[in-house]
T-cell receptor, first 112, second 114 residues
Framework: NAGVMQNPRHLVRRRGQEARLRCSPM?????VYWYRQLPEEGLKFMVY????????ESGMPKERFSAEFPKEGPSILRIQQVVRGDSAAYFC??????????FGPGTRLTVT | SQQGEEDPQALSIQEGENATMNCSYK?????LQWYRQNSGRGLVHLIL?????REKHSGRLRVTLDTSKKSSSLLITASRAADTASYFC??????????????FGTGTSLTVIP
């Protein structure tokens, strides 16, 4: 059973471009979470999704950020018109509804 | 903030010694978990302790939870160089209506010197 997959691992975008981060949960997991880790800081919750539903997006900035988890395919975290402050590591985790969350390797976004 | 806060921020020990990290949090919790993150890698789940448990062991790891003090400790015994990593505590607060949402601290950076 492959672990949580995230791609790309590293993404470089210029200011104003769009960033798309993908997360494939572990097989059998229907719950996906996105976290952001700024340099020298802990992880911060962004959004919690189940298939085709956003359950909790209280940690996600209201502008420029969106997330989806379609019936088929990976979960996507989309950041429009990126700014330098968006540079961070973005981690995805999946869960089968147990308490443990299984984390992917993360995507490191650098905005130049 | 509901986030856990780890203490110390950084810890450096000799191989073979024990390493103790502490975590404090602010709200009532369902459970508390510890994760490890190697540099540039994703998080690895280490251990979960429920709010009605006081101590839990897993191999060389020992976790304690004191809900009256809202604190937890992670003890790594007989440390190895491979234990060098950042360690995070994550809390699942009872006030979160959707559940399964964890709040992470800033982590303790552990360096084990061979």
């Amino acid at each position: 059973n492959a672990g949580v997959m995230q791609n790309p691992r590293h993404l470089v975008r210029r200011r104003g471009q769009e960033a798309r981060l993908r997360c494939s949960p572990m097989k059998g997991h229907s719950h996906v979470y996105w976290y952001r880790q700024l340099p020298e800081e802990g992880l911060k919750f962004m959004v919690y999704l189940q298939k085709e539903n956003i359950i909790d997006e209280s940690g996600m900035p209201k502008e420029r950020f969106s997330a989806e988890f379609p019936k088929e395919g990976p979960s996507i975290l989309r950041i429009q018109q990126v700014v330098r402050g968006d540079s961070a590591a973005y981690f995805c985790a999946s869960s089968p509804l147990a308490y443990e969350q299984y984390f992917g390797p993360g995507t490191r976004l650098t905005v130049t | 903030s509901q986030q856990g806060e780890e203490d110390p921020q950084a810890l450096s020990i000799q191989e073979g010694e024990n390493a103790t990290m502490n975590c404090s949090y602010k709200t009532s919790i369902n459970n508390l978990q510890w994760y490890r993150q190697n540099s540039g890698r994703g998080l690895v789940h280490l251990i979960l302790i429920r709010s009605n448990e006081r101590e839990k062991h897993s191999g060389r790891l020992r976790v304690t939870l004191d809900t009256s003090k809202k604190s937890s400790s992670l003890l790594i015994t007989a440390s190895r160089a491979a234990d060098t990593a950042s360690y995070f505590c994550a809390t699942d607060p009872t006030l979160t209506s959707t559940g399964n949402q964890f709040y992470f601290g800033t982590g303790t950076s552990l360096t084990v010197i061979p």
